[in-house]
């Protein structure tokens, strides 16, 4: 074995690939021990590591600590000895494409220990047939060009000129979008739409998505084993920081695709609070989203894995977020209790003005509905305030309280709330419980629809299913069609009578007569009956 110390403390000029008489003596060793050796070859010729297998192949050990570049190859080739003479595997060309290597090499041994033909593959830049790596043709060790400078040179620069213009170019982190889950495909991208605005909203540039529709989920990864080499080499060409799935992930599943993609894992839960996080403003929208993540974290924390495993996982360490792994279980139940206290003040205060309101026997209604929906716009316009107002999910995070004047001095207290979305993850719900305890206050609840999404059905549903978890569903309800001037009359129209929703435009103070009216009507007609 001193001849493989030998060997380990070697270095390789920088841009040969593997000098012939290195050759000669890895599959002479090789064939002695009936081995297959391999050598970890960094881009300046250092001897990483040296590497010994059974007849059949290598075990490559945790690489993490490796990248030439953030984004780009890993800075790292192997070459090993394949005994037989056998081209390259399927496992030599996936570890190719999960560890991001420069360059997978296999140098074949005859009989007689002597290295024949060289087999040797490279990860592809993007390019239209999408392949991921290419497979040359195997050559004899003799006509190997050692020194291929220009060959290397060529693999490295098509992928680090691509990084360093994106890197340039770009601030926001890049996102790939992924979707796995039974049902058909094009749900899935529908619903993919939604995921990729929360991204944007969340300030993040979301590049492109995957969509999987296996037959089974598997239990690891969610996605099948082959899709995730599919993934890793997506987030490589397109040079993504992040994965979001539009599924939720177990705690297991978040650490071992962390693992194996050496990437930050989100899903869609977590994305959502940190868009909450990102707008909260006030000390109770702060308490809350602090909660709902903690309590969606503590389940989440583990330990770091240092395990070596060809594949299956234990490549890398990075899980989703090394100081939140860091963060203890025990300190962040206490947290939780500090917050929960401080949660409860907080409420009180709120409860001691809902109290006082009621006193004051006007009449509460509150504008509700799915995020971007036009909820604010339509307060403002009704009240001539001026909340804030965007084009993107989740702008309002907190209560806003404004009065409405109609003739005979008549008033009515119209608030406007956090927006609905499709699956509100449950610790989000319970958290905002304070601030949607508001609307059980309510008489009425004018629940806003933006007929001009394509999904406007689905927020419908969406928005119905919340009611029923806040057990509101029966209060009464103004069905609300939004931002109408988006299509035309005719059509609006028919939607409107179809689903017996009052049309309006909510930028428009000239479009809420008939809401007005109806509201007034609603609010005074039926006050005798409750
Ligand atoms: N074209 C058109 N756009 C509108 C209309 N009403 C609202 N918008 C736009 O829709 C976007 C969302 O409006 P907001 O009032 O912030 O929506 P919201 O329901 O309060 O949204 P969140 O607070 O994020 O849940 C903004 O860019 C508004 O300008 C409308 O009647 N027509
Ligand atoms: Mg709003």
């Known amino acids: 074995m001193a001849r493989l110390e030998q060997i380990s403390r070697r270095k390789i000029p920088p841009g040969e690939i593997l000098p012939h008489e290195l050759a000669v003596l890895l599959t002479t060793l090789s064939s002695e021990t009936k081995r297959q050796i391999g050598l ?10 040296v590497l010994i297998g059974d007849n059949r192949e290598l075990l490559i050990p945790d690489l993490s600590q490796f990248r030439a570049i953030k984004r780009g190859l890993r800075g790292i080739r192997l070459v090993h000895t394949h005994l037989k003479n056998e081209p ?9 494409a999960m560890l991001r290597l420069d360059l997978m090499v296999a140098v074949g041994v005859l009989p007689n220990g002597l290295p024949d033909l060289v087999y040797m593959a490279h990860l592809l830049p993007p390019n239209q047939e999408e392949k991921i790596y290419q497979v040359d043709p195997p050559v004899s060790i003799h006509q190997f060009d050692a020194s291929s400078t220009a060959f290397l040179e060529t693999i490295y620069t098509a992928f680090d000129a691509q990084v360093r213009t994106i890197t340039t170019q770009d601030k926001k982190e890049r996102a790939l979008l992924i979707s796995v ?17 929360l991204a944007r909203s969340a300030n993040l540039n979301p590049i492109d998505t995957i969509v ?42 978040t650490k071992a695709i962390g693992e194996v993609t050496e990437m930050k894992v989100l899903d869609r839960t977590a994305l959502i609070l940190d868009i909450f996080a990102q707008r909260a403003v006030t000390r109770e929208a702060q308490v809350q989203v602090e909660l709902a993540q903690l309590r969606y974290r503590l389940p989440r924390l583990h330990e770091r894995s240092t395990s070596m495993s060809r594949l299956t996982g234990g490549i890398g360490g990075r899980g989703p977020g ?64 001026d909340v804030k107002t965007e084009n993107i999910l989740f702008s309002t995070l907190d209560t806003s309280t404004r009065r409405l004047y109609f003739a005979q001095g008549r008033e009515v207290l119209l608030t406007d709330t956090v927006g609905f979305i499709e699956a509100l993850p449950p610790d989000l719900l319970d958290a905002f419980q304070s601030t949607l305890d508001e609307l059980k206050d309510a008489s009425l609840l004018i629940h806003v629809v933006d007929i001009h999404s394509a999904q406007f059905e689905m927020h419908i549903h969406a928005v119905h299913d919340i009611f029923n978890r806040l057990d509101i569903e029966k209060t009464s309800q103004l069905l609300v069609f939004n931002k109408i001037d988006l299509l035309d009359k005719e059509h ?31 609010v005074w007609q039926n006050k005798g009956k409750q």
């Open 181 to 197: 889950s039974l049902q058909s495909k094009v749900i899935q991208e529908e619903s993919l739409e939604e995921l990729a605005e």
């Open 492 to 522: 609006a129209d028919n939607l409107c009578k179809r689903y017996g929703a009052i049309g309006i435009s909510a930028l428009r103070a000239d479009t809420v007569g008939s809401l007005l009216l109806e509201i007034e009507k609603r």
């Open 322 to 385: 090394e100081t939140r792994l860091e963060v203890d279980r025990r300190r962040a139940q206490d947290k939780i209790a500090h917050l929960e206290k401080e949660m409860k003040t907080l409420s009180q205060g709120r409860s001691q003005r809902r109290t006082k309101r009621a006193s004051q026997r006007i009449p509460i209604i509150s504008i509700v509905g799915y995020t971007n929906a036009g909820k604010s716009t339509l307060l403002n316009t009704l009240t001539k305030s």
């Open 212 to 253: 999987q529709r296996p037959h089974d989920l598997h239990p690891k990864f969610l996605l099948g084993s082959g899709k995730i080499k599919e993934v890793i080499m997506k987030a490589l060409q397109m040079q993504a920081d992040l994965l979001i799935f539009n599924q939720t992930l177990t705690s297991l599943q």
């Open 40 to 49: 970890l070859i960094s881009r300046e010729g250092e001897i990483y590591a």
């Open 88 to 96: 390259l595997s399927e496992d030599d060309l996936t570890d190719l």
